[in-house]
């Protein structure tokens, strides 16, 4: 589960008497991830699409653009359907001659009607004006603008204006019409410095209403021409989306397999192709492409790659200084121990290898990168984590039956894989918020769960009562755990990966972290300069009794669990000091006078994930703020909160002190205002939780764990073949 699946590189190499059938058998397994031939081999080259995949590329397009056309999509069929393929030239002549009249009358009627609303825009001002049309040009000594302006700075305008011996000013609610005389020079001329912006003249004559409604009569016509058009191209969906798509299916295939030697190496007479596929199917395919070609081919498992191995990427050659070519292999080595060569830049797809209820946490690896075939793959690391890390911040059963109800819907009604993914991910964090919400004795922040469950006493507490202070700091020293284990995981994926570059380079780079981190954080827990430290190290895993090493003895409020740990010895404390001294010392050995720079991240990363316990009280103490806008609350004489009921203070015993009586105690207003401020409160709630919680818990993923060993870029295995979804040989 923590490597991809295991591939085997071959070939297949025979006459170019038969280079079809075995195109054909290989096509039909779909398992064989074909590698693009480079010239590595003297005497070969590229090889040539069949015969026939000019011609089959080009109906491709043709059958495209009628899908396109016609808005055809793909979907799903109630049976698939045999070609008649002698007949489908016709057939698709007839179609694409039909529809293409079809496409190009509706572009006709579109163009004309864009024009037509284009000039009923135009013509809106000049119904307002109320001048005819002819009225308002084909004058030989006036000069004439319509538009919008100030009409009396026009007025003055034109009065100043001495080449203007005299103008009319015409004037509509919003347009002015302007006629001065003489013609020359121009009115445009004259009205330079004043607002005044002109609309152009329509070509209508007559009445500017008449000339209207004689274009919405046009528009009217058009529109229903084009719903006719629509109408009769809906008809053509109806009656050829299942043939088109069929045969955009054939063709594809077809072009796929005519124009797979291309990635061959071929000669006249030859033919050499390779690729990846699953190591258990090389027997699958061997068979099956021997007897395509009845025996007159070689099958060879060229090789099997071990996860264990490491292979030299480009960078690794362009670190050394050199370009990675054909002629610069890397050595792996076969699983029968013999030594075999991986070509630079053809490194095994990466399929991965999770069992199905892991799968949707493969979306949050491949949002980073798919994983190289010789990194350990982090899927299962995520899913341990990452919705525990959730479910922990939020711990409510409300909120969690709501997260897995919604993931569950996304799960069962959507078809994007990617959404489905994303359903099931919310499905197991909605699991684990409703198991901590049940430890912690709440539902949408109400405490009634824990009376129930736990006869008032719920095993865990979030800590923002007053007597449970005590729990926030225990779960800001459990983050700091969470976050050494995290890591230390994080480092020894890298050190794993690292392996192939020999046990030494694996140490100097990964294992120097651990040995650091772990000393440094030894001594932290240790009573080794206690006085420098904060207490809650020595107080909340202790007893209640107990002196820490300040001299304050605990009482039981200061304590959280009573496991009796208050700090390491201070002889574990300097031996965790020692150890850090020489983590230090290998890490600058590994990296230099950077890692010195770069030592400070066991403390700060570590540190990062006292976000976990931040996230905690800030959604409990969202959560708390709106049941206690709605219901109220009190404090009572030992420093509890209680949330109130209807009744408002007589529900509050003797002695308490009222926070807020509630709007559900303040009469009908009162009610409504809290029922908006109950739901929309707790839906901010949910809201808030995934761009908070699950955001944080994926910055711990992506930047802590992946930063410690995680490169990506595996190549997506993509076998040659093609999934028929409309279309059956059978």
């Known amino acids: 589960m923590l490597r991809p699946e295991r591939m085997s590189k071959v070939s297949v190499a025979g006459s170019t008497q038969v280079i079809e059938p075995v195109i054909e058998a290989i096509h039909d397994l779909e398992l064989v991830h074909l590698s693009e031939y480079e010239g590595q081999i003297e005497g070969f080259e590229t090889g040539a699409p069949l015969s026939g995949a000019e011609s089959a590329a080009d109906q491709l397009v043709t059958v495209r653009s009628l899908q396109s056309m016609l808005d055809i999509e793909g979907a799903a069929v109630d049976q698939k359907r045999i070609l008649d393929r002698e007949t489908v030239p016709d057939r698709l002549e007839s179609i694409r001659e039909t529809v293409t009249d079809l496409d190009d009358r509706r572009s006709e009627i579109r163009s004309e009607l864009t024009r037509v609303r284009d000039e009923m825009d135009s013509v809106d001002p000049f119904v307002d004006l109320g001048i005819d049309f002819d009225l308002l040009r084909g004058y030989e000594n006036l000069s004439v603008m319509v538009g919008t302006g100030d009409r009396e700075a026009v007025e003055d305008t034109l009065a100043d204006a001495e080449e203007i011996e ?37 070509d209508g004559e007559g009445e500017p209403e008449a000339y209207l409604e004689q274009l919405e009569a046009r528009k009217a016509e058009l529109e229903a021409d084009l719903e006719s058009v629509e109408a009769d191209l809906d008809a053509a969906r109806e009656d050829h989306a299942e043939f088109l798509l069929a045969v955009e299916e054939a063709l594809s295939i077809d072009v796929q397999k005519r124009e797979a030697p ?69 050595e792996d080595v076969a699983a029968d121990g013999g030594n075999v060569e991986l070509e630079s830049g053809d490194s095994p797809p990466v399929v991965l290898d999770n069992p199905a209820f892991a799968k949707p946490f493969e979306l949050l690896v491949k949002a980073i990168n798919r994983p190289t075939y010789w990194e350990l793959d982090p899927t299962i ?9 959730f479910g922990f911040m939020i711990g409510d059963l409300g909120y969690g039956a709501l997260y897995a109800g ?16 994303l359903g099931g991910i919310a499905v197991w964090a909605g699991v684990f918020t409703m198991l901590f919400g049940v430890l912690y004795g709440e539902i949408f922040g109400l405490h009634g769960l824990g009376d129930v469950v736990w006869g008032g006493h719920p095993p865990l507490h979030k800590g923002l009562q007053p007597n449970f202070l005590a729990y926030a700091q225990a779960w800001l020293f459990l983050s700091l755990f969470v976050g050494l284990f995290h890591l230390t995981a994080g480092y020894v994926f890298g050190f794993v990966n690292l392996l192939g570059h020999g046990l030494k380079d694996a140490f100097l780079e990964k294992g120097s972290w651990v040995v650091l981190m772990g000393g440094m954080w ?23 009794g107990a002196t820490i090493p300040s001299g304050t003895t605990l009482t039981a409020d200061q304590v959280a669990f009573g496991l009796g740990f208050g700090g390491f010895p201070e002889t574990v404390g300097l031996v965790g000091l020692a150890l850090a001294g020489i983590g230090l010392t290998l890490l600058l050995l590994g990296e230099g006078g950077i890692g010195a720079l770069e030592s400070l991240n066991v403390l700060v990363n570590v540190l990062s994930y006292t976000r976990i316990a931040a996230v905690l009280l800030a959604k409990a103490g969202m959560a708390f703020v709106v049941n206690l806008l709605f219901f109220g609350a009190y404090q009572d004489p ?93």
Do not use: C
Not at 170 to 188: I, K, N, W
Not at 523 to 543: C, E, M, Q
């Open 262 to 330: 291309l990635r061959f190496a071929t000669t006249d007479h030859a033919f050499v192709a390779e690729g990846w596929l699953p190591a258990d199917e090389f027997e699958t395919f061997e068979t099956a492409v021997s007897e395509a070609a009845s025996g007159r081919v070689a099958v060879d498992q060229m090789e099997v790659a071990e996860h264990g191995e490491y292979v030299p990427t480009h960078e690794d050659h362009e670190a050394d200084g050199e370009e990675p070519t054909a002629e610069s292999p890397a």
């Open 638 to 730: 030992e420093g509890l909160f209680h949330f109130l009921v209807i009744g408002g203070h007589a529900h509050a015993p003797e002695g308490a002190s009222v926070l807020f009586e509630g709007l559900v105690n303040m009469g009908p207003i009162g009610w409504l205002g809290g029922l908006l401020v109950l739901f929309v409160g707790h839906l901010l709630v949910l809201a808030l939780g995934i761009t908070s919680a699950g955001l944080q818990a994926v910055r711990l993923e992506y930047v802590e764990f992946f930063g410690k060993f995680y490169e990506g870029g595996g190549a997506n295995y993509n076998p040659f073949g093609y999934t028929r979804r409309y279309t059956t040989t059978d």
């Open 406 to 421: 919604i993931g569950y819907l996304i799960v069962s009604r959507v078809d994007s894989d990617g959404l489905r993914s």
């Open 381 to 389: 690391p995520i899913l341990l984590t990452f919705p525990i890390m």
């Open 522 to 544: 030894l001594w932290i827990f240790s009573t080794h300069a206690a006085g420098a430290k904060p207490d809650l190290l020595y107080t909340v895993f202790n007893r209640a």
């Open 166 to 202: 005299a103008f009319e000013v015409f004037a509509g609610t919003d347009v002015l019409a302007v006629f001065a005389y003489p013609s020359e020079p121009s009115l445009e001329d004259a009205l330079v410095g004043v607002e005044f912006t002109e609309y152009e003249i329509p």
